[in-house]
């Protein structure tokens, strides 16, 4: 029932452009997504794009937390064929945990 109550959210905000044709890889793939030199972290805006584009997927729900010295964003997905999945990125590395 929730997931009928996210993807309604998503539709009505418009937030749905995602190619249904390809598939997305597995979000506990782990992957780096970006690194900055000058600056040696992302954005939680960086993080969301930088996402998107690597899952092919929406970010229908983002938030920081901070786990010891570390920031960490919890990126919530939704792709083309409905699936919700969670992504957490190391904002520092930009590394998917």
Do not use: C, K, N
Not at 34 to 48: E, F, K, W
Not at 75 to 81: C, I, K
Not at 83 to 97: C, E, K, Q, T
């Amino acid at each position: 029932m929730w997931l009928v109550a996210v993807i309604a959210l998503v539709l009505s905000a418009g937030m749905l452009a995602v190619r249904a044709h390809e598939t997305p890889p597995a979000p506990s793939q782990t992957a780096v997504l970006h690194t900055s030199p000058r600056q040696g972290s992302l954005s939680l805006a960086q993080a969301v794009r930088l996402a998107q584009h690597r899952f092919r997927a929406r970010v229908v729900r983002a938030e920081t937390q901070r786990q010891g010295d570390r920031t960490i964003y919890i990126l919530r997905m939704l792709d083309g064929a409905g699936r919700v999945f969670a992504v957490r990125v190391d904002a520092a590395s930009g590394s998917i945990l």
